[in-house]
């Protein structure tokens, strides 16, 4: 099992510009989450997925959008870059018990 | 709104201290409070509570979860340098296991 991947592990982004960053999970959980961390603060909830085909927007949705294309892949896309969104970006998916982390795209916006 | 927080938000001991942090939450339908360390990195596993009372123990960090009280603290005896790194706590509820957390506790461990 890889558990769970994401894509690119770093990007460069200039102002305006658009990207979609890729998450999968091989291990069939329902539930999938796009955090971000920034320096100092704890993971904040960009978007959530309860089950395929459903999306919920978390604590800071601003900016972005999501698409839960089936069970195993959410990905999270930022139209037009702004360089409040630099930061670390972490998949994850979880079942009942314990949640499992993708490694993290490492975001510049300049 | 599931919430979940955490004290204190840092914290800089020496090696051999002893240190408790703290994790309260409200959650609704309360699944599991689980602990995380972060060290540059994706965060990593360490610990799975769902009944209160029971301590989970893993070498010098142990856990333990009051759900009367909403809380839980996370124990490491004779730190070292090398548990130098963010502790988060998150909570799992509602239906989906959906994961709330905690902003995290930055520990630092000097020689």
């Known amino acids: 099992n890889a558990g769970v991947t994401q894509t690119p592990k770093f990007q460069v982004l200039k102002t305006g510009q658009s990207m979609t960053l890729q998450c999968a999970q091989d291990m069939n959980h329902n539930s999938m989450y796009w955090y971000r961390q920034d320096p100092g603060m704890g993971l904040r909830l960009i978007y959530y997925?309860?089950?395929?085909?459903?999306?919920d927007k978390g604590e800071v949705p601003n900016g972005y959008n999501v698409s839960r294309l089936n069970k195993r892949e959410f990905s999270l896309r930022l139209e037009s870059a702004a360089p409040s969104q630099t930061s670390v970006y972490f998949c994850?998916?979880?079942?009942?018990?314990?949640?499992?982390f993708g490694p993290g795209t490492r975001l510049t916006v300049t | 709104e599931d919430k979940v927080v955490q004290s204190p938000l840092s914290l800089v001991v020496h090696e051999g201290d002893t240190v408790t942090l703290n994790c309260s939450y409200e959650?609704?339908?309360?699944?599991?409070l689980l602990w995380y360390k972060q060290e540059k990195k994706a965060p990593t596993f360490l610990f799975m509570l769902?009944?209160?009372?029971i301590e989970k123990k893993s070498g010098r960090l142990s856990s333990i979860l009051d759900k009367k009280e909403l809380f839980s603290i996370l124990n490491i005896t004779a730190t070292q340098t090398g548990d130098s790194a963010v502790y988060l706590c998150a909570v799992v509820g509602t239906s989906y296991g959906k994961l709330t957390f905690g902003q995290g506790t930055i520990l630092t461990v000097h020689p």
């Open positions: 959650v609704t339908n309360f699944r599991s």
């Open positions: 994850a998916s979880s079942e009942i018990s314990r949640g499992y």
């Open positions: 769902t009944s209160s009372g």
């Open positions: 997925s309860a089950s395929e085909g459903t999306t």
